[in-house]
Nanobody, 116 residues
Framework: QVQLVESGGGLVQPGGSLRLSCAAS????????MGWYRQAPGKQRELVAT???????NYADSVKGRFTISRDNAKNTVYLQMNSLKPEDTAVYYC??????????WGQGTHVTVSS
């Protein structure tokens, strides 16, 4: 079983910053990519950013220039640095691990609230 544990969420004022972490553990043989998704109340879950084993990254247009995804392969950990946060970034953020076998794993989610 693969476990993903997210941390780093919280309450921040508009314009502020947060860094999310996601640590993967368990029987992981090969990672295709890891990423972050988010879901706001009443909305569908959407992609925020992904990073492959070769360090290729992909970002949603809404976060480009503000968010940065990175990883530590030795620790099977992925990070999301979020700067210049806006109220519309408020959501539950979920970590995803996609294995080379095409099996996907999800974390429990961490809350991010951007409000004054």
């Amino acid at each position: 079983q693969v476990q993903l544990v997210e941390s780093g969420g919280g309450l921040v004022q508009p314009g502020g910053s947060l860094r999310l972490s996601c640590a993967a553990s368990g029987s992981i043989f090969s990672i295709y990519y890891m990423g972050w998704y988010r879901q706001a109340p009443g909305k569908q879950r959407e992609l925020v950013a992904t990073i492959t084993s070769s360090s290729s990254t992909n970002y949603a247009d809404s976060v480009k220039g503000r968010f940065t995804i990175s990883r530590d392969n030795a620790k099977n950990t992925v990070y999301l640095q979020m700067n210049s946060l806006k109220p519309e970034d408020t959501a539950v953020y979920y970590c995803k691990l996609a294995s080379i076998t095409a099996t996907n794993y999800w974390g429990q989610g961490t809350h991010v609230t951007v409000s004054s």
